[in-house]
């Protein structure tokens, strides 16, 4: 029996389990980078136009959107270390300023997506409440975009072999 289960192991069953095992730990590692980058832009965000709690307004208060672009951007920069370094470590490649660009244009892709769930939600649906905006961009639209990013790194972005 113990011959039967070392040949099984090596097989194709064995295969596919280790390639099931990779893609649960990586799904789950870009997962906590995904929600610690949301964390890191939101907050940051918020600190930049709202300042800290019972501190007055934040230092880009009068510039919003500039506080997302950049509260977006160096959330965007963790999340391709924390993607590089962590989630598909075994992977990434020599060529780092092509891979970071890379990261950059299917996170560009990614935000598209939503946007044009929210585009669909509001003007072919006529939906435009809060609640409709939410679940269109932040919802559904976040979600595609989310399964779109990860297909995209793992295929193009992070498809080398580790860096020792």
Same mark, same amino acid.
């Given at each position: 029996?113990?011959?039967? !289960?070392?040949?099984?192991? $090596? ?15 990586? %799904? ?5 980078? /995904? *929600?610690? &980058? ?5 907050? *940051? ?20 959107? !500039? @506080?997302?672009?950049? @509260? $977006? ?6 999340? #391709? ?5 962590? $989630?598909?470590?075994?992977? !990434? ?11 950059? #244009?299917?996170?560009?892709?990614? *935000?598209?997506?939503? %946007? &044009?769930?929210?585009?669909?939600? !509001? ?17 559904? /639209?976040? %979600?595609? /975009? $989310?399964?779109?990013?990860?297909? @995209? ?6 498809? /080398?072999?580790?860096?020792?």
């Amino acid at each position: 029996m113990t011959h039967t !289960r070392l040949t099984s192991d $090596t097989g194709l069953i064995g295969r596919i389990r280790g390639a099931y095992e990779v893609l649960a730990r990586e %799904v789950a590692k870009f997962g906590t980078i /995904g *929600l610690l &980058a949301f964390i890191l832009d939101t907050t *940051l965000y918020n600190y930049f136009v709202f300042g800290l709690p019972g501190g007055g307004d934040g230092p880009l208060h009068d510039i919003p959107l !500039r @506080a997302k672009i950049l @509260a $977006t951007a160096i959330a965007t920069v963790f999340s #391709w270390l924390g993607n590089r370094y962590w $989630t598909f470590r075994h992977r !990434r490649t020599a060529a780092v300023a092509n891979e970071f660009l890379l990261f950059v #244009w299917f996170n560009i892709l990614g *935000l598209g997506i939503a %946007v &044009a769930c929210l585009g669909f939600s !509001r003007y072919v649906l006529g939906l435009d409440s809060q609640l409709a905006d939410n679940i269109s961009a932040n919802g559904v /639209g976040l %979600v595609l /975009g $989310t399964l779109f990013r990860f297909w @995209a790194y793992r295929t193009y972005v992070f498809k /080398g072999d580790a860096l020792s």
